[in-house]
């Protein structure tokens, strides 16, 4: 069994497949030549249900029966077309998606277009319009444009949530009081002064009943607590207000499910075509949007429980619409509500346990059976407890992290006129209207730029703010104009884009300007085309050879980082000092950086550090963890020592400050994972492979003893090494930097903290290397009995990493 460590790419095959085409590559004896006798067919596995399968597929259909109903009741659609929305969605869309733990049926995202569509055109027709949405679903999913569909601005989505979850509050609202809803958000509120005025108390108690349940029993304290919260709290909400009115003999309106002989199947959509297309697409946008959004949040989840991720592997968004067509097709015809993956449900799948799709699938199986032997307990429910339980879902649509976040983003314009437009005007009306403010909002970013002059100390300073593009030359060239001649001039930019335009005009008004005896320094600028074009073309024509453009700065968190070019990069001259040198750098980042990262750092000095990972690396000069992890402050508790090394517990020249950091970042700061990073052209191991007995009696040599295990596992006959991309080590060295790796996870695993986290499922162990020279981070994995590597698309850094130990 060998090693491997391999970069892989999207168009890169599968192990099946890979093998399948070795296979028909390989030469085939000629034609009567004795043949190899072929290897046993493998048996064929046995369908199996896990146990934590069928738990989560329990709790999610406890949570599914009551809000499908009160989905159903929302829209105004027959009760049972909840019902069979929530079991499509769970056996088609669960079998045939790619999310395996999103957990797909009706959602309160399409309570508004739902109930639109059956006002203007009937119950059977709409069904109809879903199956087309669904056809328009598998369409757009062969098309494989579901990435696409994520590139809809945040706020955009964000708004059209909120907005959907207005108009079902205040719908909702009325049947809580015990009325009866309007047909839109504006004859809802002018009629709620009337409503308020004709209670009606026993709907008004069972409501205020299950919102009390609702929201109180998650916070039930105590042991008690911990146990009662398995139960779901929308369960409990409905069943206890249930219970109440059965046992008072309360009148109040009830569920009525009618004999499944006489439920209404799909039907052609008559009207205008123009109006029926509107129908298809708004549909097909929301349930597309809801469900792509809700494949990702799921994924984040799945993160977020070690070893889930390696079993059921990331969501494929193209598939996923795919089985989301199906399930709209397959509901639609047999007369049910539109389908489209729910957070409630997959959240809680995941939560729960679930571990496969089969949960999913099991809990629409369970729906069925409800469906089919509960009518009568399920009669026995109030509509205005259903009612309180869909009002609180929209409320919690209108989310207050969603507007931090937009107001964060300067966004707020674009998520008001989104929300304002689907209450008033409807989704596709309102989603549009956002689109068009979150362009116009762009445009605005792009085109507006900020150009002042201001001289201080004899230092002329151009401040540039906003994106540089042909439309502010005009402007630049006037600012620039104001520095004398023979001044010392500083254009700081800030910005990320410089187009060729404002490059050409700043290279020429420096040429002019050092050619009559002044001096230029460009700061500031961010990473791009131009810019680095910019800072190149200045050293060459000062003569010096041009040096690569810095590229992420440390300290910035998943975003272009800063070129320092001009005279305030680093290794300005031979005349500079490393004090000086230093000074530049500091000097940089409180300038260009600082203001950047600072509220993120405030609010990491408030909350404190919270890393998931512990990254142990060497010490080299050319590992820059931040880059080659793109992570940012707070992400990674880091320890970097020569070679990497993790001395075992209670060895001789033993190193406590490498076993305080492991013990400190598992037991106190609870990271989910530890990765050990080795890399090319490694000093230590080079070290070691010169003097093959750590080194001698010197504290470097004393350090390096840790390492003989590596040296000796190289040395073993029976190691066959780690295979890097597809290929052998380049040489020992490699060989022994690779090997090491692993050597040293073996380590990790002696020391307690790390073996009782181990054993309680709430650490992984990663390796990683990095080549420097090929600037490519590998990782190493073990799958189907050899160790693969895997490498993030296009970018230095791993995507998911599993230990190889």
Wanted: with cysteine; proline share 6%.
């Amino acid at each position: 069994m060998s090693s491997a460590c391999v970069p892989t790419h999207p168009e890169n095959l599968g192990p099946a497949r890979a093998g399948a085409r070795a296979e028909a590559t390989r030469p085939q004896p000629a034609k009567g030549a004795d043949r190899p006798p072929s290897p046993p067919t493998p048996p064929r596995r046995r369908f199996r249900i896990e146990g934590a399968d069928l738990s989560a597929s329990v709790s999610v259909f406890l949570i599914a029966l009551p809000l499908s109903l009160g989905i159903a009741l929302a829209t105004g659609a027959p009760l049972q077309a909840g019902l069979v929305a929530a079991a499509v969605g769970g056996v088609v869309a669960g079998r045939l998606g790619g999310c395996p733990l999103q957990v797909s049926g009706p959602a309160a995202g399409l309570t508004v277009v739902t109930a639109d569509l059956i006002h203007r055109y009937g119950w059977r027709a709409t069904c109809g319009i879903t199956v087309l949405a669904g056809l328009a679903q598998l369409g757009l999913g062969c098309l494989r444009v579901a990435r696409t569909a994520l590139a809809v601005s945040p706020a955009v989505v964000h708004g059209m949530l909120a907005g959907i979850g207005v108009t079902i509050a205040v719908a909702q609202l009325h049947i809580v009081l015990g009325g009866t809803p309007q047909s839109s958000v504006l004859a809802n509120v002018r009629a709620l002064p009337a409503q308020l005025v004709n209670l009606h108390p026993a709907a008004v108690t069972m409501s205020a009943l299950t919102l009390a349940l609702l929201f109180g029993w998650p916070r039930i304290p105590g042991r008690a607590g911990r146990l009662l919260r398995t139960v779901p709290a929308a369960l409990v909400a409905v069943a206890g207000a249930t219970a109440t009115a059965s046992l008072t003999g309360l009148a109040l309106p009830r569920v009525d499910l009618p004999s499944w002989s006489s439920h209404a199947l799909a039907g052609l959509p008559e009207g205008p075509v123009l109006g029926i297309v509107a129908a298809v697409l708004t549909t097909t946008l929301v349930c597309s949007v809801q469900s792509l959004l809700g494949a990702v949040a799921v994924d984040k989840l799945v993160a977020g429980r070690p070893g889930l991720q390696s079993r059921v592997g990331r969501s494929r968004l193209d598939r996923e619409l795919l089985g989301q067509g199906a399930a709209n097709i397959v509901s639609g015809a047999l007369g049910g509500l539109p389908v489209a993956g729910v957070a409630v449900r997959s959240s809680a799948n995941v939560q729960s346990g679930a571990v496969s799709r089969n949960s999913t699938m099991l809990h629409g199986v369970f729906v069925v059976v409800a469906a089919l032997l509960m009518v009568p307990v399920l009669d026995l429910i109030p509509l205005a407890s259903l009612a309180a339980l869909v009002m609180a879902v929209g409320i919690q649509m209108v989310s207050l992290h969603h507007i931090r976040t937009v107001t964060r983003h300067r966004e707020v314009a674009v998520y008001v006129v989104t929300t304002l437009g689907v209450v008033v005007l409807g989704v596709l009306e309102g989603v549009l209207l956002g689109v068009a403010v979150a362009v116009a909002v762009a445009l605005n970013r792009v085109a507006r730029t900020r150009i002042t002059h201001e001289e201080k100390g004899g230092v002329h300073r151009v401040h540039v703010r906003g994106q540089l593009t042909f439309l502010a030359v005009p402007r630049l060239s006037r600012a620039l104009h104001l520095v004398p001649q023979g001044a010392h001039a500083v254009v700081e930019l800030h910005g990320s884009f410089m187009d060729h335009a404002a490059y050409e005009s700043l290279r020429d008004w420096r040429r002019a300007h050092t050619a009559q005896g002044g001096s230029a320094e460009l700061t500031g600028c961010r990473v791009g085309v131009r810019s680095a074009e910019y800072g190149r073309g200045q050293e060459q024509e000062e003569g010096r050879e041009p040096r690569a453009s810095h590229g992420r700065e440390p300290g910035l968190a998943h975003g272009p980082g800063l070129v320092r070019s001009g005279l305030a990069r680093w290794g300005g001259g031979a005349a500079d000092g490393a004090g000086h040198e230093l000074a530049r750098g500091i000097s940089a980042f409180q300038r260009d950086t600082a203001p950047l990262v600072r509220e993120e750092l405030a609010r990491l000095a408030r909350e404190g550090q919270r890393p998931s990972q512990l990254f142990l690396t060497c010490a080299d000069s050319r590992l820059v963890t931040s880059m080659i992890t793109s992570s940012g402050p707070g992400d990674l508790f880091v320890v970097r020592n020569v070679g990497n090394l993790v001395p075992l517990p209670g060895e001789e020249n033993g190193d406590d400050s490498v076993s305080a950091a492991i013990e400190y970042a598992v037991d106190v700061l609870k990271v989910r994972s530890i990765t050990v990073c080795g890399h090319s052209g490694c000093g230590a191991m080079q070290a070691l492979l010169s003097s093959g007995s750590g080194g001698g009696t010197s504290p470097l040599g004393r350090w390096l003893r840790h390492g003989l295990p590596s040296l000796a596992r190289l040395a073993d006959d029976g190691w066959p090494g780690v295979r890097l991309a597809g290929r052998a080590a380049a040489d020992t060295t490699e060989r022994l930097c690779l090997t090491n790796v692993v050597q040293q996870l073996e380590h990790l695993r002696a020391h307690d903290s790390v073996a009782r986290a181990l054993a309680a499922g709430e650490l992984e162990l990663d390796g990683m290397y990095f080549h420097v020279g090929e600037a490519q981070a590998y990782l190493l994995r073990r799958a189907g009995g050899e160790e693969e590597g895997e490498v993030f698309e296009g970018v230095p850094g791993a995507e998911e990493l599993r230990s190889p130990a």
